[in-house]
């Protein structure tokens, strides 16, 4: 077992926790960087699928992607199929060219609600002048009501509905699909609400990175019988990219910080309005501060699978919609919520037109 307070390399995939909870690979042994104590340590498979464009420092096995970084599948079997149907995105390798369909994407932005990522992908659409007529910009996966999909130039828009389950699926038919288009490349961005802690509503929050909630920085994932723990680490470089686009919009409150994500809007985000409540007032203010303490800054419920996905080359963009410390219910007027919400749309889209080389 982890000696209490030590510290092992920061460079070495752990995490320390119960052993009993890690089955990817068997436990080794490391001394602490500190004081020398041997502790046992579990591996943490590296999940993201998405290769960072531009990482000097990347792992030899990711080094076969020289020049261009392909989406990358760890799927063994994925190239012996036949055919790959998509089922929740209603696409399939025989019945659609995907490779003609989807090829040039650069940037994926996904988000929770499909009316607001359609009204994102309309915004796009106008951002970056495209020709097309916006009637002309239809649902790709109209076909299935579970997700909506948009295509605008480089930019493909998905909803992913609510929480962890929800957006893991869709994350699973994405990246095949990104794999079979041949897209190399490829920035991930959720943009999406949140409830901030100890920061004044409407504040951007990019998260550096997704806690558990217990403020661990990991996503476990049940397989077969077994509990699976993933890294949940973001691509610094881009979050201070992101950072830095923000302070050229006037009058837009942005900062840097952890995300906590959780499996429950009401219990599970220590709220006091759902139609279970077993603990009391202080106990939740307790745990939220504790949360302020280890560097959360805002609560949601999709990052840590998310960024264990498509981790390297991803961002997490959310506005938070109330302060957690003063309130649990989300009272704001209709127009100041749509205001919020566009909020990380418009950082998204100057993002990604200052990529394109498109700002002036
Ligand atoms: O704004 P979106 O992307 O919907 O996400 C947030 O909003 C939902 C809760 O209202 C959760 O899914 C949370 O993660
Ligand atoms: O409090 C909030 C607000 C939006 N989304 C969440 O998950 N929590």
Redesign the pocket.
Known sequence: MLAPGCELDPDQEVVRTRPEDYFLRPPSHAPCTACGTVMTIHIVERMALVIPASNSSMRSDRNTYVGKRFVHVKNAYLDSMDEDILYHLDLGTKTHNLLAMFGDVKFVCV???PN?MKAFALFMHKELGLEEAEEDIKDICAGTDRYCMYKTGPVLTIS?V??IPSISIMLHELITLLHHARCYDVTII?????GGIGIAPGTVVITDIAVDSFFKPRFEQVILDNIVTRSTELDKELSEELFNCSKEIPNFPTLIGHTMCTYD?YEGQGRLDGALCSFSRDKKLDYLKRAYKAGVRNI???STVFTAMCGLCAAVV?VTLLNRLDCDQINLPHDVLVEYQQRPQLLISNFIRRRLGLCD
């Open positions: 988000g929770g609600s607001r992913h609510m929480v959720r943009i999406g609400t949140s809007f949601e419920m999709e959310c």
